[in-house]
């Protein structure tokens, strides 16, 4: 099946817009997670953590209309009990929000979220009743694109996974170094948004491993987020890579019309209703 061509119609304006760039300890940070604009309007959220909602509301002065999870650790997904809530009581009813789940996590978000009994003081609601869940394996179709989702390297195997658009965008999502995912999901010129901190663990990639674990070129077309404070920001930044901040948005213009080395755009946020 053809991928959509996207450079000729609205879709061309595409940015990525991040939320909050921290990891679970950078609560001034804000939670990770990153919007997909077309027009500077919502597309699609990733992830939604315990800061996202409220930056959500903030940025958009809507909630999300779509998310896509990368994984199910609580600084990713702690914002959609409240998100349920805020659909749940809502008057009028808000339209079911589309959740896209890789397969391998939908038994967690259970667990963790969906099983707790009575949700609401008031009965009557169920977790799901509020979302639109679409399982997903290998991609997806979104406002007449085609998103590929990976597996990455999160401690547990198919415990985590990250984003494509092809031409445009991947989005690592927490991961160990992934050179051979980006080798085959990266290899036209695409932004890649990558979680780094200073100092390696079994769930997240470290800095030093980025030098020594993607190309030159990979490098100078990534992005770090997820890091741990604003000292390790500036760390990442002294070595020549570029950081997310909050509240910045990148410009994913098309391969066509994009230089070599892909420039920033920092888009002051627009309040604007989600379509």
């Given amino acids: 099946m053809a991928i959509t061509d996207v450079s000729s119609d609205i879709s061309a304006d595409l940015g990525l817009r991040f939320l909050g760039v921290g990891n679970s300890q950078a609560h001034r940070l ?20 315990p800061t996202t909602l409220e930056a959500h509301l903030e940025t958009y002065s809507a909630p999300p209309s779509a998310l ?70 290998d991609g997806f179709w979104h406002r007449g694109l085609h998103f590929t989702v990976f597996s990455v390297r999160h401690h547990e195997h198919l415990s985590a996974f990250g984003l494509a658009l092809e031409g445009r965008f991947l989005f690592t999502g927490d ?3 992934i050179p051979e995912v980006l080798n085959r999901y990266a290899r036209r010129g695409e932004w890649i948004f990558h979680d780094c901190g200073v100092e390696p663990n079994p769930s997240h990639c470290g800095l030093d491993e980025i030098r020594t674990e993607y190309s030159p070129d990979q490098c100078q077309r ?40 892909p420039s920033l755009e920092i888009v002051a946020p627009v309040p604007a209703t989600a379509p």
Avoid at 71 to 93: Q, S, V
Wanted: proline share 7%; charged share 20%; with cysteine.
């Fill in 30 to 49: 804000g939670s990770s997670a990153a919007v997909l604009e077309a027009g500077h309007r919502p597309w699609l959220l990733i992830d939604c953590g």
């Fill in 68 to 137: 896509f999870i990368t994984h199910a650790h609580f600084d990713h997904i702690g914002g959609l009990e409240g998100l349920y809530y805020r659909l749940a009581t809502a008057t009028p009813r808000l339209p079911p929000v589309k959740l896209f789940v890789p397969v391998a996590l939908i038994t967690v978000l259970q667990r963790r979220l969906a099983d707790y009994p009575c949700l609401l003081a008031e009965g009557g609601s169920n977790f799901w009743d509020v979302f639109q869940l679409i399982p997903v394996s």
């Fill in 222 to 261: 990534m992005v770090i987020y997820h890091y741990e404070s604003e000292q390790a920001a500036e760390q990442i930044r002294r070595t020549g890579l570029r950081i997310a901040r909050r509240g910045e948005c990148f410009d994913l213009q098309p391969l066509s019309v994009a230089s070599a080395a």
């Fill in 175 to 177: 991961t160990r170094p």
